[in-house]
């Protein structure tokens, strides 16, 4: 196992620098000009001096593979530099919207989570019955609305009938330093409740269905039966025979949607306001901010790679079968 | 201890339909039979003829679109309790008579373990099922099993999963989950097919010695008569969802009455070293949708065909019932318009029970046996 997961962890190397390359790319290719775009407005900025001694300043003058040398350079000692937006370290710019973003994509995974694993384990024992039917169709309905669509008649909705204690923007209020603790997470929690149902409920939709749809599979196989002719309780013949056997599919499920988790979902922060990576990434793209764009990708990058490695390994943990293999 | 001539089961005019989409199959079509205590008996036929249906008719694991549509299929206590009727007993009881007074081995083994836990887990799990104990003793009784089923380091071997055994090993890992009861009677559903012929006989040996220990009855489901010379101590042939001929072992394989059962016999190669080649029955087992009227079995039946070609059978008299008397044209129906279905069981000797309207005993066909 340990072997294993030098292995993977070694293959991640060139992985990781063909996205920085590309990423790069990308981004370099895309029109504009940072040293312009900082530059307007400012006393003087039109002047041609002041435009090559920044771009000269931020290495923008140099060729491209020496740029991209360098700053893989500096990424070596986990340097991701400043952003030239307001020249702070661009770790700190990206450490204090994380939790933001963390935080709600965990308590999103884990509400979905606990929603639509007793959904979909019923409506696939009761496939058929009336809960199966209803449900699926609602689950149906919900998957097809985009959720943008569904924050756009939310944040109308609060608006023109405000209810005071539920807000659609921000993530705390003004006077939030002067809560006490208990009134600091209730304040969080009001202000993340709408961007959460929003976040969570194309994600329940999508997980009740397959859990749902797993179930019904492994409800079919042989040792389900085995266990009943053995007289198994109804209840572990479901859970520890049927359901553990769809652990395998549905933590690589899990392991394809963590990425999220960081990346956060670029619309929804924008619309809601929420001070998380998305909303940054939004901002850092639209002004040409280079060294937080790359140092975004970089993370994100890293922990689709970390969260495929952890799902393999939790794979090879719930089916011995594959640890074997491995 | 209950003595042998008084039932452990009787199955009563079992019906067990599936609905499709495109019609009901009914794979057991008013089957009964009744094993007796310590007995053997064993359930042949072709495959789709409605054995494993039967069977898993008994444990009641037919699930929908599936349902056991009539009959009766009464459990026998030991002690002098009435019997209960398995087919109207709630969920909850029946879970009590699983694996405890009714056990089950299945075909593939390969399949029948959960193949994400350890083996000796399993076991141990059903132990819990139905005994008061905590984990070390299931898990001390799991091991004593294994090794009294023949698994060499039973305290190794029940740490590992299903993928790392045999498949013969298996079978009998899953012979002791289904005895690790007491049960009083076990159903194998074609427990050797799917193992290799050295196997095969060891697993037979293993289910004969349980049989002596435990004095538990057996219901043995098999395609293959071979086994049934070794196995069993009665017969039940079964045909398109149909019992057709019911004896002793004996019987069946000296004086076999019924067309299908001779052709069985026939089909079976170098059967007694007799120089008689294998004969294959022609035909195939009728679509469970559209089957045959009148005798089930007439389409591929020698004796209708040659009695047909002789002239003779085109009509014939037959006592139904002790008194009705109808007239049957070619084992099809009757020529009065009332269709009666197929032959029902008749006897033509004691304890020898055989569904033909045509055959008298197996002399007196004069169909060259094996």
């Given at each position: 196992m340990t072997r294993y997961v030098v292995k993977r962890l070694l293959l991640a190397v060139p992985t990781l620098l063909g996205i920085t390359i590309v990423t790069f790319a990308v981004v370099r290719l895309a029109p504009g000009d940072p040293a312009a775009m900082q530059l307007d407005g400012t006393p003087g900025g039109d002047s041609a001096r002041l435009h090559e001694q920044l771009r000269a300043y931020w290495r923008l003058d140099q060729p491209l593979h020496r740029q991209y040398a360098g700053w893989l350079a500096r990424l070596v000692t986990f340097d991701f530099g400043h952003s030239f937006v307001d020249h702070r370290p661009v770790w700190d710019k990206i450490a204090e919207k994380l939790p933001w973003t963390v935080g709600l994509a965990v308590a999103s995974l884990g509400a979905t989570l606990a929603l639509a694993i007793p959904i979909g384990v019923i409506m696939a024992v009761r496939a058929g019955g009336w809960f199966d039917r209803i449900t699926g169709v609602g689950l149906y309905a919900a998957f097809s609305v985009p959720n943008y669509v569904a924050a756009g008649a939310l944040i109308a909705a609060v608006a023109v009938i405000p209810i005071d204690w539920l807000p659609i923007s921000g993530a705390i209020s003004d006077d939030y330093d002067g809560l006490s603790v208990g009134g600091r997470i209730a304040d969080v929690v009001r202000h993340a409740l709408l961007i959460g149902i929003c976040y969570s409920y194309p994600a329940l939709a999508y997980q009740a269905r397959f859990v749902r749809n797993n179930m019904l599979e492994t409800l079919r196989q042989d040792y389900v039966r085995t266990a009943r002719a053995n007289g198994l309780s109804r209840c572990r013949v479901i859970f520890r025979h049927a359901f553990r056997n769809t652990w395998v599919p549905l933590i690589t499920l899990l392991g394809l949607t963590i990425p999220s988790v960081v990346s956060g979902s670029v619309i929804l922060e924008v619309m809601f306001n929420w001070p998380g990576i998305g909303r940054l990434f939004y901002a850092s793209i639209a002004q040409r901010d280079y060294p937080t764009v790359m140092a975004l990708s970089v993370v994100s990058a890293v922990l689709v790679l970390l969260s495929t490695l952890a799902a393999d390994i939790a794979c090879a943990r719930a089916d011995p079968r594959i640890h074997d293999a491995q | 201890m209950m003595p042998p001539d008084r039932p452990m089961l009787d199955v009563v005019d079992l019906h067990t339909r599936f609905r499709t989409g495109d019609g009901v199959v009914r794979a057991v079509d008013g089957v009964s039979f009744s094993i007796h205590r310590g007995q053997t008996l064993a359930l042949v036929g072709e495959s789709g003829c409605g054995k494993s249906a039967t069977a898993l008719s008994i444990m009641r694991l037919i699930d929908p679109p599936g349902e056991i549509a009539d009959g009766q299929i009464r459990l026998h206590s030991v002690d002098d309790n009435p019997p209960v009727d398995l087919r109207t007993l709630s969920e909850r009881r029946l879970r009590e008579i699983r694996g405890r007074r009714v056990g089950m081995v299945f075909q593939d083994p390969m399949t029948a373990l959960n193949p994400v836990l350890p083996v000796g887990g399993q076991i141990a799990e059903s132990i819990r099922a139905h005994r008061p104990v905590d984990r070390r003793r299931a898990w001390h009784d799991t091991i004593e099993l294994l090794d009294d089923v023949g698994i060499a380091a039973p305290d190794r071997r029940a740490r590992q999963y299903p993928h790392e055994w045999s498949g013969g090993m298996i079978q009998r890992a899953l012979i002791a989950m289904a005895v690790a009861g007491r049960p009083d009677l076990l159903i194998a559903d074609?427990?050797?097919?799917?193992?290799?012929v050295t196997t095969q006989a060891q697993i037979l040996e293993l289910l004969q010695r349980l049989q002596r220990e435990f004095g538990m009855a057996i219901l043995f489901i098999t395609h293959d008569l071979g086994i049934v010379a070794d196995m069993a101590d009665d017969v039940c042939v079964m045909y398109a969802g149909r019992i057709v001929e019911r004896a002793d072992v004996r019987t069946l394989f000296t004086?076999?009455?019924?067309p299908y059962t001779q052709a069985l016999l026939a089909a079976l190669a170098g059967f007694d070293r007799s120089p008689t080649r294998a004969e294959p029955i022609p035909g195939g087992v009728p679509h469970p949708l559209h089957l045959p009227d009148g005798c089930r079995f007439h389409p591929r039946c020698v004796l209708s065909r040659r009695l047909a070609a002789d002239g003779r059978r085109e009509t014939a008299v037959v006592p139904r019932d002790r008194e009705s008397v109808i007239v049957l044209r070619n084992c099809i129906r009757p020529v009065d318009g009332r269709d009666i279905g197929g032959p029902s069981l008749r006897p033509v000797a004691a304890g020898h029970d055989v569904a033909c309207w045509e055959a008298n005993d197996g002399a007196a066909i004069g169909i060259a046996r094996p």
């Open positions: - | 074609e427990p050797t097919t799917a193992l290799d004086q076999p009455a019924h």
